[in-house]
């Protein structure tokens, strides 16, 4: 960061009236955390950087290399539009250095950077377009309950639609920010919405993707309700994912997806990008669906996405081309849901698709027929295969997969292993109301 960039932006600061700054990182879960420094200090984090203790930070650092420094990244200022303007507050995303200066290998920023410039050493940019679904519950007693808010469904109005004005609220606050929103609805499940902002180089959606939760969630609890990511919430409704559209285009701006020319209009590069997630997928779940409960979303009969597959005519395919061409020829991954650490997310999913490049690997032939029709010999004959069924799978499938490890790095590995070891030996152990229901009569 140059001198200048730096006097420009500490003016900027005092012009805006900025009078708290909010120093932003996100931990290996997905956390977003942050430091809150008063606007004179400033200049000295944008010069030195601010050191915090990293070993207070989930997968973090341990005790005797604690110090982390952290580096906020100019290009992210924003005002924090819900903050009272006597009490301005400002928020830059940082990046993470050792005290040494090197980039920490525990950032997940940091991991995607370097995926994001592997994809620029083959001469392309990563695109990705993240469709974040959310249910609003209620506030009780200060806690979030399981009441919904409403009882409306796919692309409802109000009076159902209670949510109307907290999405407009959440979608004003959003464009303060400078999203892009192209599009929000009621989703399918009672109380579920879906807010799509435009798609973006990788790195920014998933600074976007941080900053779409907690602004979510702030608005919503002003609301007194508590806006929740969580990827099942209830048993027996659809779950909320995080459909991940991905493109690559060349550094002159064009769709490296789009051929004219080809089968489907679709190009080579995306055939080989298509192929490279189907070969790795079962290791990317481990990151893109990283909780427990992600795997109650994963089941057939509520869209969500099971086998492993391409279409681009069958909604319902884990990999699907939207019929849309030109600029907007993409290819969406559905598997995802909002519980993941985006950063890693889509730094597994780019690794994966240039591997598919770099290796001129082939997709399998397109499952175009509903593969939730098919009975399980059918989808056996056709090899189809399906998605790890629990964290403590796709955690194995992804300490099975040496090109997912390197492109993530060791220290962000070796945490994710802990981290499902413990969360599944957790669950494991507890004793659920379903098996007290299931067997404290009956035994
Ligand atoms: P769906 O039909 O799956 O519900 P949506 O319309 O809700 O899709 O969302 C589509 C997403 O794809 C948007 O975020 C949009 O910006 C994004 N998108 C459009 N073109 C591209 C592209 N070329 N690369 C990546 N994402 C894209
Ligand atoms: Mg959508
Ligand atoms: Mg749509
Ligand atoms: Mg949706
Ligand atoms: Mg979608």
């Not at 209670?162 to 929000?184: K, Q």
């Not at 991954?333 to 999913?349: E, G, K, V």
Request: glycine share 6%.
């Amino acid at each position: 960061m140059s001198g200048d960039d730096v006097s420009r932006i500490l003016e900027q600061i005092e012009k805006d009236r900025v009078k708290f700054i909010r120093l932003q990182f996100t931990d290996i879960i997905g956390m977003a955390k942050n430091v809150a420094i008063p606007a004179k200090q400033a200049e000295k984090a944008l010069t030195d950087g601010i050191s915090f203790d990293g070993s207070s930070i989930q997968g973090f650092a341990r005790i005797e290399e604690s110090d982390m420094v952290l580096k906020p990244d100019i290009s992210t200022y924003r005002i924090l539009p819900w903050r009272p303007d006597t009490m301005r507050a400002a928020r830059f995303i940082c990046d993470i250095y050792t005290p040494k200066g090197k980039p920490f290998e525990g950032d997940p920023r940091y991991i995607l950077r370097k995926q994001v410039e592997e994809a620029a050493k083959m001469g392309y940019i990563f695109n990705t377009g993240p469709e974040l679904e959310f249910f609003l519950f209620r506030q009780e007693d200060g806690k979030p309950s399981l009441e919904l808010q409403d009882t409306g469904g796919y692309f409802d109005l109000a009076p159902t639609d209670l949510a109307e004005d907290v999405r407009r609220d959440i979608i004003i606050a959003l464009t303060d920010m400078g999203f892009d929103i192209e599009a929000s609805h009621h989703e399918v499940a009672e109380s579920q919405h879906e807010i799509d902002f435009k798609y973006g180089d990788a790195l920014m959606t998933a600074d976007n993707v941080i900053t779409f939760k907690f602004a979510t969630k702030t608005i919503a609890l002003q609301r007194g309700l508590h806006a929740s990511f969580m990827a099942k919430p209830i048993f027996g409704i659809n779950g909320s994912g995080m459909h991940t559209n991905c493109s690559l285009s060349t550094m002159d701006g064009q769709n490296a997806f789009y051929d004219p020319a080809a089968p489907l209009q679709l190009s080579d590069i995306a055939m080989k990008f298509i192929a490279g997630i189907l070969k790795h997928v079962k290791a990317i779940t481990r990151v893109a669906n990283p909780t427990i409960n992600s795997y109650k979303r994963l089941v057939p009969g509520y869209e969500a996405p099971v086998y492993i597959g391409w279409s681009a005519s069958n909604r319902t395919a884990l990999v699907r081309v939207p019929a849309p061409r030109g600029r907007s020829t993409r290819v969406e991954l559905r598997s995802p849901d909002p519980t993941c650490n985006p950063y890693l997310t889509f730094a597994a999913i780019l690794a994966a698709g240039l591997d598919g490049i770099k290796n001129d690997l082939e997709p399998p032939k397109s499952a175009d027929k509903n593969i939730f029709h098919m009975t399980a010999g059918q989808r056996k004959d056709e090899g189809i295969d399906t998605l790890p069924g629990s964290l403590f799978e796709s955690n194995q499938f992804l300490m099975a997969d040496p090109l997912i490890c390197n492109a993530l790095g060791s220290h962000i590995v070796e945490n994710l292993n802990l981290i499902a070891e413990i969360e599944w030996d957790s669950f494991r152990t507890a004793v659920t109301d379903w098996e007290t229901k299931r067997y404290l009569a009956t035994y």
